[in-house]
């Protein structure tokens, strides 16, 4: 289907890109246009401007920064992806932008269009729950930092507010001996997560779970922390079976997803499954 007409900038400048959103009230913001521009061929969307960040280069970048890994919105999958310090410092990170459908859409997709959209099926929300990550927005009222957990706040919904541009995700860095890993089950024709986990565990020297963060996307209407099993995990030595066995409280408390790929039951078990992965697999 042909998109409703609508007028287009590609400003050079985040200021310029602010004050065009500010003057058309029912401009959209375009980054990859991965998912914009099938909605708007779909005319689910229909906005009357279109502001084009790609042409503001200073967006797209990744690098340490005051004890984070910091990611311009503008930063490709595929460049997240092949970033040297995030294969090295954050695996789970560079995991999940490599899992994110196919090549060309990791070439073209960005992380801030990805946070910004809140697909509950896209990849990159668990990883930002289980790391403590921070979107950084900018709008008329300047810059807002918003921790990963309040970000989220519904289908396809965030705390990204009217006028306001993500332009930076800043991941922690973990400190020495702290792992981190990321898998799914994709779709099996869309490739979105049915189910995507991403841990990140630190083991105590007495070898136990010090600490364990654990992090979904699929399974529910957002992105979701399992606190309970991460609370079953601590202390606990990090064996297969204690793994398993905290993982059975993983879907506890989260009002699951049911459509035509996985009813609620199935997402339960998968979230199990697919919690104990990313968890071994953290713990190498
Ligand atoms: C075939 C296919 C397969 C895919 N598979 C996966 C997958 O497996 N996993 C996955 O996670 N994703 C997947 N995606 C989605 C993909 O990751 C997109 O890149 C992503 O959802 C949107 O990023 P974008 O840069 O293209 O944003 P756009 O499509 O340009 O924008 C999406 C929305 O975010 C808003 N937006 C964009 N950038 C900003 C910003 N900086 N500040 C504020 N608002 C902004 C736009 O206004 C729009 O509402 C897939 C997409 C396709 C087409």
Redesign the pocket.
Known sequence: MIPAAFDYAAPATLDEALRLLRRHRHA???????????LMKLRVASPSFIID?RRIGRLAYVKEDKGAIAVG?MTT?AALAAAALVRRRLPALAQAAE????LQ?RN???I???L??A?PA???PAVLLACDGVVVVRGPRGTRKVPAGQWFTGLFATA?RSGE??VEVQFPILPAGTRSAYVKMKHPA????VVGAAAVVRLGRDGRVADVRLAFTGAASHAFRARAAEEALRGQEPTEAAVRAAMARAPEGVDLLEDLVADAAYRAQLVRVYGARAVLAALG
């Open positions: 959209k913001v375009m980054a990859g246009g991965q998912s914009l521009l099938s960040l919105a999958h899992a994110i459908g196919d859409v073209v997709g960005t801030g269009g990805s910004a959209h697909d896209a990849d990159y990204l541009i993500v869309s490739g979105f997560a």
